[in-house]
């Protein structure tokens, strides 16, 4: 050991004692006849006092040396409360320089002066930095709490392979060419998916396993090409089983990470997160709820002579509106802006209506020459609207999409109103989801989750007169407004499982080509199973109160899918290419 | 929940209790007026009775059929000691049948009628045997223990990235075709080697990771192309440090797994082990240790005359004795047996010369004309023999391989005498490794650990004068005459990694081009580190008594890299190839 302790740990309690440091050099101070340094490690930072005629041994140190020093607890003059050690200092007696360091292209503090792209370059410097390095440490103290509770709930961890085969189902696959067998690939899981089926149709029960996966798409922000799912299976047990078990995974994690006491998760059929939120996974840590006002809107219309109608409301389906508490303040800058907000082409909308609630009740609102101040009357206390209040409206002819759009309006008032505070917490469930969503694309139904999920028992005889309105055994965890984590209760029958292929529009050749050796499995004893996945690298983020899941990862890829630091992906040795028998088309200049 | 109970737990005590289970048809008995039906899940087996109106309800029902039962516990007629539920049965009222099965292509017990073969393709079947479970269920309990006691130590577990960069130096890497960047490739890594090295330059000062690591090399019997590795690193200590640390987690699984208390481990140089055994990874659940015999042959040959001499040992470098005690019985045939075996191809020993020490003491050898009974006396004191003893010797001009062959003989005769018994483990570090070994097919000094392995500082002045007999930090884990783990004190000065490089033969620029962004990356300040890793495969094939990794392994590859279950490595879709920008070459029939 080149320490006797740690930068972290001395206390006034230690003072006297002659200790022995390692650490990084994180700052030096020259004044007059003193130099003070502070001396860095994982566990923290300690004050190093060079006096008189230990100087000298300050001389020549520079940023990021690493030192192993030894010297005398002493007590400080100047306390330093804001540092767990710092109350003391040492009296340098010796200094053994371990490494020198070149001076890092930026500051190793939390509030760094390097760019995205440099602290990507030299990652094991940015690294260093406490914050980054705490994120990490969350990241190790979660995966560990996720283990233990699932272990004390009997899931065994099982590895399953990296190596596996290409699913033309699905996200794209990244593949690895076999040397052994010339001609043949193998892929990286995007999800253990057919395997933990697998080791229920083995009996394992309960199954878990923190693993990596993979999927080859175009990066959006936040997404990165491998990405770690806590990924659970389980036989014998219904939707409510599943339910209640991972609600204590989650309850467990806030307990013992954050100390939170979570109350039991509320659940939202996905039909309600869609009408009340505009969203598969509202952000609940405000209300501001939707209120439908096409009813409202199209009475007032119909009592209207054709040509002092309000052309968008008339012709509208559906129309939808939000309630700013205290909002009425807005400027016409603010609200102009918020209407650019909403009409830009991410989000699409045409337009947005306001109205704000004056003092002593008056509504006055940017359609006041189509509609009288009883109907805007009737539209306050729709919208339960009260003195000081703003009301916000978008319409559009398709509902599901102008919900969208007004749930982006949501996220942005609440984001304006510090509604959206990343240290409080809102989780839930999002139950009940659709079976099948309508792909224009592929023109056919497509699994919404995918096509082992299990509709509701209730609703199987909905399979052969009204598939689009089947509900599937299938659910998410949403914590303030991210989806982390979802799964299902799958089929475990073939004749159900036939029947879902035919609406997805399979053949039975089809059926059996892509999903045949899971098909196969089945026939010799499959239990009653379901399960769920959870992304970590989402959930650490949220945990860590961080935007981007990027800080959660010790070494992420930017969006090219590029390692910077470590100059991956590149080219490799033709004698690489000659041993696999792939060649590299010739690339376009 | 489809269950009250699960197949394992109930008792005498409950008797009277209504109760319901769900699981696996494991065996069905007609006995007359009575049918008696096992039903299995991951926790046990209980006995179902259908009796008297019942009996038609285990009608059409047939092995690995999955049951829903209800009935009441009853205590049994005859009693099974060996069986945890063998004091109960089920009085069945109910039975669902969740799902039908087709008859199993081999029996579900732990003798299996199945081919290797056949339980790969079935390996979801396979799975459901107890024994292969219980490997599993190990596997699962010793990485949550391995995980507990490094958390315990203040070891963070950081994920390190599966697609990395390609790396010339070592085995074979395999690629990942990156289609955002064509022409270029990932590879995925052997180990995290660099990566665990560059979080110890962040400062993460304890790191470890059971991590998944890939190579593409010809598979030999019991290799993987994807392994599990416990990878560990630590900062600002000593070889001393990394060896209590790690004999502490060795004993911590022992001790929770097992409930084994492994004394000290002993500590053996490389020099010794193969002095005395013939091997880095010496077998000491046995004694049977070498006895050089090369001074005491040659003293009596140089006593005879050219005509007289036994060329064999006259000329050999070096001969070397072990003692099988009692084996003196060995009939000819026997003797014959080992001589074929140690000079089989793999082995390659020219032959074996033995020695019997009889009843009264006198030695009877197959060199008996050779040698005077006074010469044999001298051997049987050297061996330290006794009456009833076998002496066995090997001779040859290169000590290193005729100690390896010795080794080979050794090992066979401890098998044919018992004394490697799978229950018994002998745990002990192997230290003082040589920094290089000579390549022939390179003509030049090969680093023996890794290139960033730390000479002994003791042996620092000899990297000049004779590097070939420098001793590294390095060492391994060796349990059972198995390698289990391994590693070494990593080099941190600039220039002592410098002056490694020109011994191994690179160049400045080679060493930059081979190594650069690790290189550069210590130039921002290194703190002193080493680290080791474990194979998690072969320390869970240890701990359950086994030979082959691979029934630690939920879905493992055959010898040609193939998951015959999944069908993998495959053909890919055209489309595929087309987006990545690669073309396979045409294949010779």
């Known amino acids: 050991m080149y320490r006797t302790v740690t930068c972290g740990e001395l206390r006034i309690a230690d003072v006297g004692k002659t200790v022995t440091l390692a650490g990084w050099v994180q700052r030096i101070r020259k004044m007059g006849g003193l130099t003070f340094i502070d001396l860095r490690d994982r566990y923290g930072l300690t004050q190093l006092a060079f006096n008189n005629d230990k100087l000298a041994l300050a001389e020549g140190l520079g940023r990021e040396f690493v030192l192993q020093v030894t010297g005398q607890v002493i007590e400080r003059q100047s306390k330093n409360t804001q540092l767990p050690t710092g109350e003391i200092e040492i009296d340098v007696q010796s200094v053994n320089i371990l490494n020198p360091a070149l001076t890092p292209p930026f500051t190793i503090e939390d509030e760094s002066d390097g760019g995205d792209d440099l602290r990507m370059k030299y990652r094991y410097l940015d690294l260093r930095r406490p914050i980054v390095r705490k994120n990490l440490e969350l990241r190790h103290k979660m995966a560990f709490e996720t283990r233990r509770y699932l272990d004390e709930q009997g899931f065994l961890e099982v590895e399953t392979p990296v190596l596996v085969n290409s699913t033309p189902e699905g996200a794209r696959d990244f593949v690895v060419p076999s040397r052994m067998n010339p001609g043949t690939f193998y892929a990286l899981p995007q999800s253990p998916q057919t395997l933990k089926q697998l080791l229920m149709v083995s009996g394992f029960d309960r199954y878990f396993q923190i693993v990596k996966c993979f999927r080859d798409e175009d990066l959006r922000a936040d997404r990165q090409p491998e990405f770690t799912q806590i990924d659970c299976e389980m036989s014998?047990?219904?939707?409510?089983?599943?339910?209640?078990?991972?609600?204590?995974?989650?309850?467990?994690?806030?307990?013992?990470?954050?100390?939170?006491?979570?109350?039991?998760?509320?659940?939202?059929?996905?039909?309600?997160?869609?009408?009340?939120?505009?969203?598969?996974?509202?952000?609940?840590?405000?209300?501001?709820?939707?209120?439908?006002?096409?009813?409202?809107?199209?009475?007032?219309?119909?009592?209207?002579?054709?040509?002092?109608?309000?052309?968008?409301?008339?012709?509208?389906?559906?129309?939808?509106?939000?309630?700013?508490?205290?909002?009425?303040?807005?400027?016409?800058?603010?609200?102009?802006?918020?209407?650019d907000y909403v009409k830009r082409s991410q989000i699409g909308a045409k337009g947005m209506v306001y109205a704000r609630v004056e003092e002593g009740g008056n509504v006055k609102s940017s359609v006041d020459k189509f509609y009288t101040q009883d109907v805007l009357q009737e539209l306050k206390q729709a919208m339960n609207a009260e003195e000081g209040d703003l009301i916000l409206i978008l319409s559009g002819d398709d509902a599901m999409k102008t919900r969208k759009q007004l749930s982006e309006l949501r996220l942005e008032m609440g984001r304006q109103l510090g509604l959206r505070d990343p240290k409080k917490f809102s989780c839930l469930w999002v139950i009940d989801f659709p079976m099948y969503e309508w792909s224009d694309e592929e023109n056919?139904?497509?699994?919404?989750?995918?096509?082992?999920?299990?509709?509701?028992?209730?609703?199987?005889?909905?399979?052969?007169?009204?598939?689009?309105?089947?509900?599937?055994?299938?659910?998410?965890?949403?914590?303030?407004?991210?989806?982390?984590?979802?799964?299902?209760?799958?089929?475990?029958?073939?004749?159900?499982?036939?029947?879902?292929?035919?609406?997805?529009?399979?053949?039975?050749?089809?059926?059996?080509?892509?999903?045949?050796?899971?098909?196969?499995?089945?026939?010799?004893?499959?239990?009653?199973?379901?399960?769920?996945?959870?992304?970590?690298?989402?959930?650490?983020?949220?945990?860590?109160?961080?935007?981007?899941?990027?800080?959660?990862?010790?070494?992420?890829?930017?969006?090219?899918?590029?390692?910077?630091?470590?100059?991956?992906?590149?080219?490799?040795?033709?004698?690489?290419?000659?041993?696999?028998?792939?060649?590299?088309?010739?690339?376009?200049?």
């Open 236 to 339: 014998f047990i219904e939707q409510e089983d599943i339910l209640n078990m991972f609600e204590g995974m989650i309850k467990h994690l806030f307990k013992t990470i954050l100390n939170i006491d979570i109350p039991q998760l509320p659940r939202m059929t996905w039909a309600d997160a869609m009408k009340y939120y505009g969203s598969d996974k509202p952000d609940t840590r405000f209300g501001m709820t939707f209120v439908e006002l096409q009813d409202l809107f199209h009475a007032a219309e119909d009592k209207k002579a054709e040509e002092d109608k309000f052309s968008v409301f008339a012709n509208a389906n559906y129309i939808g509106g939000i309630c700013a508490k205290g909002c009425a303040t807005y400027t016409r800058k603010q609200l102009d802006a918020l209407t």
């Open 444 to 589: 056919r139904l497509m699994a919404m989750h995918h096509p082992f999920t299990s509709p509701k028992p209730e609703d199987i005889p909905l399979l052969d007169t009204d598939p689009a309105s089947v509900r599937a055994n299938a659910y998410d965890c949403v914590i303030n407004g991210c989806e982390v984590g979802g799964g299902s209760i799958r089929i475990h029958e073939a004749g159900l499982q036939q029947k879902i292929f035919e609406i997805l529009g399979f053949t039975p050749e089809q059926a059996q080509t892509k999903f045949g050796f899971l098909m196969n499995a089945f026939k010799y004893g499959a239990p009653p199973h379901g399960g769920l996945a959870y992304g970590l690298d989402r959930l650490v983020s949220i945990f860590a109160g961080l935007d981007s899941i990027r800080d959660c990862i010790a070494f992420p890829k930017n969006n090219q899918g590029k390692d910077v630091m470590l100059g991956a992906p590149s080219i490799i040795d033709q004698i690489q290419l000659d041993e696999l028998q792939i060649d590299i088309r010739p690339q376009a200049k």
